[in-house]
């Protein structure tokens, strides 16, 4: 029996760890890291790092067609989002525009870089906000809600 109950807490204490594999090895481009966390896309091109976007004007297609194409083209046509609802969740005035900011859930699939990505990380809104930095990466901090 009590070696039973030390299997069973041994098995315990593996499986229900926060910890992931990506936490162990420091790995940021693996969704098994940060498992008390929700975790966000950012891509990297160059030295900077940005979430994934795509330039629109009026008369193109849908922001959703868009956006779509470009999360295609950055992050491979494995990758399966789903979008969560129909209007943006944040806007970023700039000079001569603003940029919007939709939330996409990952369904399934894996990031497979290309269309001038050079990298990418699934972040926590902390970790994301301080890459980001300057106003988007504030905005970050509220957007991503209160959720740690």
Not at 41 to 47: E, F, W
Not at 113 to 133: F, M, N, Q, S, V
Request: charged share 25%.
């Amino acid at each position: 029996r009590k070696q039973a109950r030390l299997r069973a807490a041994a098995i315990i204490e593996n499986e229900a760890s926060r910890e992931g594999e990506g936490d162990r090895t420091g790995d940021e481009s693996s969704m098994d890291r940060k498992l008390a966390h929700r975790l966000y896309l950012a891509l990297r091109s160059g030295d900077s790092w940005s979430l994934p976007q795509v330039e629109w004007a009026p008369g193109a297609p849908a922001v959703s067609e868009s956006l779509g194409a470009r999360v295609a083209a950055a992050c491979g046509d494995s990758m399966v989002v789903h979008w969560v609802g129909n209007a943006p969740v944040a806007h970023l005035p700039l000079e001569g525009g603003a940029t919007f900011y939709w939330r996409l859930q990952h369904m399934r699939g894996t990031v497979e870089t290309g269309d001038g990505i050079d990298g990418y990380a699934w972040l926590t809104k902390h970790e994301l906000a301080e890459r980001l930095g300057g106003p988007e990466g504030e905005l970050a901090l509220e957007v991503c809600g209160p959720f740690d």
